[in-house]
């Protein structure tokens, strides 16, 4: 789906009393602590209960992982992965369903009042969005990697948001 499109989906949820400067796909950032101990314990499972080999261990891990960010974004209120529409004076947060459908608003962010921090973890930018005047936060996760489908977007979003307003 082209940032166009993106753009279309989140115009059909928020509205169009503002242009829609910039929309992109972003992840909710993972706890590596809780995903390392997630690791741990399917490791130990698999072990534990015999299950096949590699293939049957990097599928169980998977799985756990999935389920580790499932259970996040609930305790949160959010999505695994949310879709990002940016206008010129807010930052909407739209859920994304597993069937990459946008159905509802979940967060938004005045843009006068939040505070926008992007720092790089490898091929990924994490942004971190505070609005302490709403007392609301999220951390989410980007992709900028050449080979992402969602990269475009996604740097015009990281790029628009780390600009001094």
Known sequence: MDEQELKQEAAQIIGTG???????????????VKIAIAGVVSGAAAAALDVGGPLAHGALAGATLHAERSVAAA???????????????????????????????????????????VTKFGLSRQLNLADDAADQRIGLTGSTAFFSPEAAGDKLILHLLAEPS
């Open 75 to 117: 305790d949160k209120g959010v999505t695994v992965r949310m879709l990002v529409a940016v206008t010129p004076t807010t930052i909407h947060v739209l859920d994304r369903t597993e069937l990459g459908k946008t159905t509802r608003e979940l967060m938004r962010f005045d843009r006068a009042t939040t505070t926008v921090q």
């Open 18 to 32: 503002e242009e829609i400067l910039v929309a992109g796909i972003f992840g909710l950032q993972d706890d590596y």
